[in-house]
């Protein structure tokens, strides 16, 4: 390798719907291209595996040329590949993996398998030189929703809470399809929001209220948004009964209050997280980070709080191939191993395993 603090590395990111191809120097991105497929998905009303699977492969060595196109280099100048081997779905996975198998081994390069929710952390270390310091970090994803404490980002990540049911994201989803949002749901109920009262219902906020000490200390960074989602749609059905299709202003309504809901709990419980561990960094990372009303009231709370607040920008916080780039560049600066040839994907891999062998 030529340069191990500042190699040059592609990061290839297949675990869903997006195809993306990220090139960095060290921590410098250069690259970031990204193939979606998530309109073949949209009358289907969720991603269909074999769909996404298909898609990867014809988008693959394009997204990949038009990277090297955009970064100005060759094939033979990478130091390294980096690919997203977990957790996603397998068929999708296994397309990525083995065009970074095949670019790897022809290339005579090492080949870094990296965690897909580690690596949206990761992607916030871009562009920048600081010191990476000990951090909370709020995961925020379609599939995903926990509090980490990451100790160091390449080997030490521990989950602190999680949803016991569906994602943050996930719930968006939902709740976007309730008010008739196209999908993918997140950001259409975003926009939405923003002509909206958030204060209009009162949806409940799971998890925050704990009269028994046992059920505090097993569930005080836990999360759950199966109640809320019923909250909402019972809130619906009555609304639609009482008088008829919901008026534009009433979708809006129930958009911000449900946002409010979510956004509420979430960073509730990512502060408590930084006060407990005596942390004065959050970061809040994947899909539902680029969350206007999150991003808002993370910076409120976290002044509040006297944190240290890191968002990637928004288009860095959904799926790209960047955020695997800058895992496969942070895990060569600490020295990690690289993953054996013939790397194998592990759907559900856990967040802890960040490198895969
Ligand atoms: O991290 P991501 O791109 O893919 C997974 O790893 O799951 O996250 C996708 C999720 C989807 O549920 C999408 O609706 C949500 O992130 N999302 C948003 C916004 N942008 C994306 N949710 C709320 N507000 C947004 N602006
Ligand atoms: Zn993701």
């Known amino acids: 390798m030529n340069n191990s603090s500042a190699p040059l590395v592609l990061g290839i990111e297949s675990s869903c719907d997006e195809t993306g191809v990220g090139i960095v120097l060290g921590r410098k991105l250069l690259a970031n291209e990204i193939a979606s497929s998530v309109a073949e998905h949209a ?3 969720g991603v269909v595996p074999e769909v996404a699977a298909r898609a990867h492969v014809d988008a693959i060595l394009p ?3 038009r990277a090297l196109a955009t970064a100005k280099v060759k094939l033979t100048d990478l130091d390294a590949i980096a690919v997203t081997a977990g957790p996603g779905l397998a068929g999708a996975l296994l397309v990525g993996a083995s065009a970074a198998n095949g670019l ?3 290339l005579g390069i090492p080949l870094y398998g990296v965690n897909h929710l580690a690596a949206h952390v990761a992607v916030e270390y871009l562009d920048t030189e600081q010191v990476i310091p000990p951090t909370i970090a709020l995961l ?5 929703t926990s509090i980490l404490k990451v100790d160091e980002i390449t080997n030490d990540i521990n989950v602190m809470g ?3 049911d569906d994602a943050a994201g996930e719930a968006f989803d939902k709740i976007a399809r309730l008010l008739g949002l196209p999908f993918p749901g997140g950001p259409e109920l975003d926009r939405l929001a923003t002509t909206g009262n958030s204060t209009a219902i009162n949806f409940p906020r799971a998890m925050t209220l704990f009269t028994d000490e046992g059920d505090r200390a097993n569930k ?6 199966s109640g809320l989602k019923s909250a909402v749609a019972r809130h619906i059905e ?4 009482n008088s008829g299709p919901l008026s534009q202003s009433a979708r809006a309504d129930i958009a911000a209050s449900f946002q409010e809901a979510v956004v509420d709990v979430l960073l509730s419980k990512a502060v408590l997280a930084a006060k407990r561990e005596g942390l004065e960094h959050l ?3 994947g899909g539902v980070a680029a969350n206007s009303r999150l991003r808002a009231l993370a910076t409120e709370r976290s002044k509040a709080a006297g944190l240290k607040l890191a968002i990637p920008s928004p288009g860095l916080c959904t799926d790209n191939g960047a955020m695997v780039a800058a895992l496969g560049s942070l895990a060569i600066a600490a020295g990690r191993r690289p993953s054996s040839a013939g790397l194998a994907v592990d759907p559900g891999a856990a967040v802890e395993q960040v490198l895969f062998n």
């Not at 925020?140 to 995903?144: D, K, L, Y």
């Open 162 to 164: 999680a949803t016991m």
């Open 220 to 225: 005080e960074f836990s999360f759950s948004f």
């Open 43 to 45: 009358r289907f009303g």
């Open 283 to 285: 970061l809040i990372a």
């Open 63 to 65: 997204a990949i040329e």
């Open 140 to 144: 925020v994803s379609g599939g995903h």
């Open 104 to 106: 790897a081994a022809g």
């Open 238 to 241: 009555l609304a639609v009964k």
